[in-house]
């Protein structure tokens, strides 16, 4: 006979389900039924527990799978962006001047696009009245998508990569003594 879980048990799965939502420990603790006075510090004692934390992992990997999230569909997500270019979405006039045409744009295109302003009003007067329609959009943030495909790729970093192979051993006096004070930090 199958025993029932233990009210614990039930309250930390519910706090797990209330985490997932928007990764708040403190309004998932409330929400689980702990206390509001000490949400936070219960939310913090929850997520060091191993048992809440392998239990996030697994409903997070569930999620992402029932999404179809992986690296590489965020990654081509997220080159559609960074390569997005105005050239895709215009058609460039003899005389320079240039117009939006949204006709021929493919989904993968418009995946970039942000926000489209369709404005109609009428222009002129008198015989000269005309109906003018003017198209504006907005791309995605270009250079937000590139230093994430950057980061990824590690084309850059933040930090510094101290990994060396030197034996110790094979230095001069004199280049050991340089390698300190190099290394020694600068008041």
Known sequence: MATKPAKSDEKRALFVREYLIDRNGTRAAIAAGFSATSAHTTAHRLLKNADVR???E????????RLDITADRILQETAKLAFANMD?????????????DLSKV????????VEITVDEYPEGKGEDKRDVRRTRFKLAD??????????????????????????????S????QQLIQRLEPRA
């Open 58 to 65: 697994k409903l997070e990997a569930e999620r992402m799978e």
């Open 106 to 113: 493919k989904r993968n295109h418009m995946a970039a696009v």
């Open 173 to 176: 006096d004199e280049q050991l």
């Open 54 to 56: 392998e239990l996030i």
């Open 142 to 171: 270009k250079r937000a998508a590139l230093e994430m495909l950057g980061k990824n790729h590690k084309l850059w970093t933040d930090k510094m990569d101290l990994n060396a192979n030197l034996n110790i051993q094979d230095l």
């Open 88 to 100: 895709d979405f215009i058609v460039r006039q003899d005389d320079g001047t240039a117009y939006v």
